[in-house]
């Protein structure tokens, strides 16, 4: 009897260390499995829902997040304003659940979907906006052209269409300074 006590004491030892190694390496695999979670793919995971940013010297920026890309966010703000957030600008996020995106697959064309191609985006459209820098500095007017590493903006009031009468000059600024991209009117079309 005493020899059965031994065996079943030893066993139940046995169980409860190989249950604690069994926790111990669950609970460090979902850490390193957290710890490979980009920014951007856990605000996927906030899609539709409101946040508010910490932009560095550009402020707060409150909206409903719309769109995220790799190094971009896209929010609506309450006057349904379209708000372009450089991620890279990003310094806190509130707002967030316990949600986070799953990775997509990646494909070909949805990395190149940066900033400096929705900036693009903002030359053909015309659209007169305002460029907040990550120094706090706000420029308005129009994109005329995006370089490599670079944005031009012919600076106009942003109630004003872009005339040659109402540019006062025409200013680059380098993609890596901008911060946030607001545009006057709803709608990045």
């Not at 966010?73 to 996020?93: H, I, M």
């Not at 890596?176 to 607001?182: C, D, H, L, Q, S």
């Amino acid at each position: 009897m005493r020899w059965q006590q031994l065996f079943d004491d030893l066993q139940s030892q046995f169980e409860a260390e190989q249950a604690a190694t069994e926790h111990a390496e669950a609970a460090s695999q979902a850490r390193a499995e957290v710890g490979a979670v980009r920014l951007a793919e856990r605000l996927g995971g906030a899609l539709g829902f409101p946040l508010v940013l910490g932009v560095g010297a550009a402020g707060q920026v409150t909206g409903t997040l719309v769109g995220v890309g790799p190094d971009w966010l896209l929010l609506t703000d309450e006057q349904g304003r379209e708000l372009l957030v450089a991620l890279p600008a990003v310094r806190t996020v509130s707002g967030l659940g316990r949600r986070t995106a799953a990775p997509g697959p990646a494909g070909a064309v949805r990395p190149r979907l940066d900033l400096r191609r929705a900036l693009r985006g903002l030359a053909r459209d015309r659209s007169a906006l305002q460029l907040v820098l990550d120094d706090g500095t706000t420029l308005t007017g129009t994109v005329d052209r995006v370089g490599a590493d670079y944005v031009e903006l012919a600076e106009h009031p942003v109630d004003e269409p872009r005339r040659q009468g109402s540019v006062r000059g025409v200013r680059a600024v380098v993609i890596g300074a901008v911060a946030v991209v607001r545009r006057s009117a709803p709608g990045l079309d």
